[in-house]
Structure formats: C-alpha cells, structure tokens
C-alpha cells in the first residue's frame, strides 16, 4: 500500500515545492517507488521535476474533473527517477468545476487508488492556500508534512492550517495526521533562526523532523535545469539534506 503524504503551507515561497520535488528525488534514490503529484497550478514542481507543463496533453486537470485518469496522465521524469502527476494552469479551472462534481473533497483520493500498487511512497505539492484543491490533498492523504522556515512570522498562520487538518480529520478523513514540521531554508549564523528553531523544538517535540534544510543556492538553481536539486549537485550541501531527510522519512514509516 502506498504511503500518501501532503507538502502544505498556506504560505507562499516557504518551500513547499522544493520540498515535494526533491523529497521525492531523495526517496527514489533510496530505491522507493514514488509519484509526485502537482495540485498547484503554478505547475512549479512539474517544470522541476523536468516536464514542460506547455506541452501536457492529460495533467491531474483532467484526472480531477473525470476526463482522464493517472495511469494516462503521469509521465516520467527522467531527471529525478520518479513519476509526475503533471500540472498547469488549467487546474484553476477545476477548483471552481469540481463544486459541482460528486465527492468533490475525494476526487483526487479516488482517482489515486487505482495506481496504489504502483508505488510505495506519493508525494502531493500543495497550493498556497486552502482550497478546494488543498481539501482534496488533505482527503487523499495519510499525513502532512509542513515546511517552514525559522523566521518570526513562522508560527503564524500555522493554527489555521493546524485547524484545518483537525477538521478534516474529524469530518473526512480519519487517517490524516501531521507527521512533522520540516526546518527549511535555515541559515544557522543567524541568531533569530537558532531561536526559533529551539521554540519550535519546545512547542512540537517529536513533530519536528531533525533534519534540517540549510539555505543552499544550489536547490534554488537547479528548477531552471528542470532538475531537483538532489540530481542537479548531488554533493551540495541542500541535496545531502534532502536524501537525509527522505531516510528520516522512510524510518518514521516503518514504526507506524
Ligand atoms: P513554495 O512552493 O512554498 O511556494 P518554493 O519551494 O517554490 O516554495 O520556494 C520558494 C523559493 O525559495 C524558490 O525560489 C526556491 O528555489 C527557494 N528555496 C526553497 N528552498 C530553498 C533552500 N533550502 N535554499 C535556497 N533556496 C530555497
Ligand atoms: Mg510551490
């Protein structure tokens, strides 16, 4: 049975899609079979996962509103050994047409289910809202991992997405839980970053992964090469994280 986890924030440029992309680069390096699925019409993590989101004849659009399925619309991406559920900017389209569809909170969870087999790991890149569209990430999903960054405004709006999972969880989704809070974009010469990461230590305990992701130019270079990070500088400090982070992940699996 796949392992199903969504990447959200409802926060803008908190590194949500370099997480996704190169979560999943780093779990198939680790030999796990992994889907990563776009549900952001942006289509960032598509362009960087290497698939041009101009030319997509099926994407998750399609899948969402009935009109395709995954095993149609995914395509491979050959620069990060794993396989997309492509996205662009026809998917703002199906926040509004999906309203009027059946199960409209689990489209995505069902249409999920007939690749299930397929991989061990599926990974969801959420919009920077909570949307509709986010609504059928947090259906679909076992758990959620939230990135942020150690800033003074990290903490806020986390009690909104917080209570969004906590309803989800109570009206739709019973297995939805947060797995963690993953420490992005961390620059450790700074003192505010050093606190805020022990704040939320304190706060969260057991929720914050322990890998941390350092603020590495490399994993900001690489979406221009349609490639993750991992692939793009192997040996750079923010692909190292990210592998290690993916082997963090994997473990936390296992004792479940
Ligand atoms: P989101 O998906 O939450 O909007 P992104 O993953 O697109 O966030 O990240 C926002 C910006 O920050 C992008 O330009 C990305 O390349 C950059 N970025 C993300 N993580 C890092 C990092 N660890 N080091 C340096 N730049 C990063
Ligand atoms: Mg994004």
Not at 106 to 118: H, P, S, T, Y
Not at 155 to 181: F, M, Q, W, Y
Request: neutral net charge; aromatic residues 6%.
């Amino acid at each position: 049975m796949a392992r199903i986890f969504c990447v959200a924030n409802q926060k803008g440029g908190v590194g949500k899609t370099t997480t996704a992309v190169n979560l999943a680069a780093g779990m198939a390096k680790l030999g796990q079979r992994v889907l990563l699925v776009d549900l952001d019409p942006q289509g960032n993590a598509t362009m960087g996962a290497g698939i041009n989101k101009a030319e997509l004849e099926n994407s998750i659009y399609e899948v969402l509103v009935g009109l395709s399925n995954v095993a149609t619309a995914r395509k491979n991406s050959e620069t990060g050994r794993f396989d997309v559920l492509p996205a662009n900017r026809e998917l703002a389209g199906a926040e509004v047409e999906m309203v009027e569809l059946e199960q409209r909170e689990k489209r995505l969870k069902i249409a999920l289910a007939e690749v299930d087999a397929d991989y061990d790991f599926v990974l969801i890149d959420c919009p920077p809202a909570l949307s509709m569209l986010t609504l059928n990430g947090l259906c679909a999903a076992h758990g959620v991992i939230i990135p942020m960054q150690c800033e003074y405004y990290a903490l806020e709006g986390l009690s909104d997405l917080v209570n969004t999972i906590k309803k989800v969880h109570a009206k739709l989704n019973p297995d939805l839980r947060i797995i963690g809070l993953l420490r992005v974009m961390f620059d450790p010469r700074m003192t505010l970053s050093q606190q805020v990461s022990a704040q939320l230590e304190q706060h969260f305990g057991d929720k914050v992964f322990k890998t941390i992701i350092p603020r590495n130019v490399r994993l900001a270079e690489a979406p221009s090469y349609g490639m993750p990070g991992v692939s793009f500088d192997p040996s750079s400090k923010g692909a190292q994280a990210y592998v290690a982070f993916g082997a963090e992940m994997v473990e936390r699996i296992k004792s479940w």
